[in-house]
């Protein structure tokens, strides 16, 4: 089946800084979508894109309109309040479907 | 804005039990999911629903099943709880069209089998 593969698969970053996660699609998908889960495990949705770039305040995602086999979620001047799992989730061919990547748990430090 | 409130928002169970976990939401969506949260683990499908009486099976379907008794509401019940299973169970629902294809998701059920 459709294989989401997410990098890296934890990250520590002091606050102020950038990174960047990656979500790898083993096949081509129709939209991605990435969440952040808290400590207490509630999923809140950061971004929906079926094609091209999204950006609400430091966040940024990017999803590859070309082969449609990669996204990026990228975090600018990292805060506290940033830390939490991340997950990429993505679409493939059949809809409605959402296939998860295992996440990525990122720890802002001061 | 909307909710999603699932119940009950812990279930400890015994083992064979059959057990039902509740999910209402009030965006007035037309989609609405189950999924299923292993400790450090991604998100699994277990099923999800398209209407009102509409039912379509996940990854993860054997050993469930679900009702999508109104449009609001969809419940999910173990059909025989697992000795010393553990995992979160996540309602999620979309509109279901482009851009509203967004799913948003409940706080979760956490299961606890004896």
């Known amino acids: 089946g459709d294989q989401v593969e997410q990098s890296p698969s934890a990250l520590s970053l002091h606050e102020g800084t950038d990174s960047a996660l990656r979500c790898n699609f083993t096949?081509?998908?129709?939209?991605v979508q990435w969440f952040r889960q808290n400590s207490r495990g509630s999923l809140i949705s950061l971004f929906y894109?079926?094609?091209?770039t999204k950006e609400n305040g430091r966040l940024k995602s990017a999803f590859d309109s070309k082969e449609r086999r990669y996204s990026t979620l990228h975090i600018r001047d990292a805060q506290l309040e940033d830390s939490g799992t991340y997950f990429c989730?993505?679409?493939?061919?059949?809809?409605?479907?959402?296939?998860f990547g295992i996440g990525t748990r990122v720890l802002v430090r001061p | 804005g909307g909710i999603i409130t699932q119940t009950p928002k812990f279930l400890i169970g015994q083992e064979g039990q059959k057990l039902t976990l509740k999910c209402q939401q009030n965006?007035?969506?037309?989609?609405m999911y189950w999924y299923r949260q292993d400790s450090g683990k991604g998100l699994r499908l277990i099923y999800y629903?398209?209407?009102?009486?509409?039912?379509q099976k996940g990854d993860l379907s054997e050993g469930y099943d679900a009702s999508r008794e109104k449009k609001s509401s969809f419940s999910l019940t173990v059909t025989s709880a697992q000795k010393n299973e553990m995992a979160v169970f996540l309602c999620?629902?979309?509109?279901?069209?482009?851009?509203?294809?967004?799913?948003?998701f409940g706080p979760g059920t956490r299961l606890l089998v004896l």
């Open positions: 096949t081509t998908m129709r939209s």
């Open positions: 989730a993505a679409e493939g061919s059949a809809g409605n479907k959402l296939t």
């Open positions: 629903s398209i209407t009102e009486n509409d039912l």
């Open positions: 894109l079926a094609s091209g």
């Open positions: 999620a629902s979309s509109k279901g069209q482009g851009d509203q294809d967004t799913q948003y």
């Open positions: 965006f007035n969506h037309d989609t």
